[in-house]
T-cell receptor, first 115, second 116 residues
Framework: GAGVSQTPSNKVTEKGKYVELRCDPI?????LYWYRQSLGQGPEFLIY????????DSGLPNDRFFAVRPEGSVSTLKIQRTERGDSAVYLC?????????????FGPGTRLTVL | AQKITQTQPGMFVQEKEAVTLDCTYD???????LFWYKQPSSGEMIFLIY??????QNATEGRYSLNFQKARKSANLVISASQLGDSAMYFC?????????????FGAGTTVTVRA
């Protein structure tokens, strides 16, 4: 079946602009995660959804970052007043949820460049 | 404190040989899961193998095996019979608190280059 998809694959924006990054999880997966990966580093957790609600948003760096998942499927990560330090690859992952061995499956990521 | 430590930034391995990638972890939880992911230059994270903290047997998936030493808090990945397509970045990750479907903590990764 189809894997996790993310759009756009690349986004170039100017400092101060607003951006939206979209994630379409694997069908039937109730859990959805956002991570951020800076160059040469491992992914860092941003936010986790179980269904429609954000179960853990402790990784969001500040209040310029916000994410929604209104119908429990597609999620949008929103970044206001972008800064150059926001430049990174934003990864989305989804999982079935509820199992100890639950595996997160990742999308191809959105590469965000803030000029 | 760093939850996952991968001390080898880069490794070279000859085709058809085995390679071991080191991973140590830090947690006070009794229940946790350890994962390895592969990230080729294309960027997508590919799940390779999982080991639960209560699993008595080392996990294996094809050419991948996990050398789990709980007392030493290490979970090394062994890739046998390396192929050119194994050249990629490899990440070790941990999920703590298995009652919840929860976030992964990743290490900094190890770059593997397979030579013909």
């Amino acid at each position: 079946g189809a894997g996790v998809s993310q759009t756009p694959s690349n986004k170039v924006t100017e400092k101060g602009k607003y951006v939206e990054l979209r994630c379409d999880p694997i069908s039937g997966h109730t859990a959805l995660y956002w991570y951020r990966q800076s160059l040469g580093q491992g992914p860092e957790f941003l936010i986790y959804f179980q269904g429609t609600g954000a179960a853990d948003d402790s990784g969001l760096p500040n209040d310029r970052f916000f994410a929604v998942r209104p119908e429990g499927s597609v999620s949008t990560l929103k970044i206001q007043r972008t800064e150059r330090g926001d430049s990174a690859v934003y990864l989305c992952a989804s999982s079935l949820g509820g199992l100890a061995s639950d595996t997160q499956y990742f999308g191809p990521g959105t590469r965000l460049t803030v000029l | 404190a760093q939850k996952i430590t991968q001390t080898q930034p880069g490794m070279f391995v000859q085709e058809k040989e085995a390679v071991t990638l080191d991973c140590t972890y830090d947690t006070s939880d009794q229940s946790y899961g350890l994962f390895w992911y592969k990230q080729p230059s294309s960027g997508e994270m590919i799940f390779l193998i999982y080991q639960g903290s209560y699993d008595e047997q080392n996990a294996t998936e094809g050419r991948y095996s996990l050398n789990f030493q709980k007392a030493r808090k290490s979970a090394n990945l062994v890739i046998s019979a390396s192929q050119l397509g194994d050249s990629a970045m490899y990440f070790c990750a941990m999920r703590e608190g298995l009652q919840h479907d929860y976030k992964l903590s990743f290490g900094a990764g190890t770059t593997v280059t397979v030579r013909a």
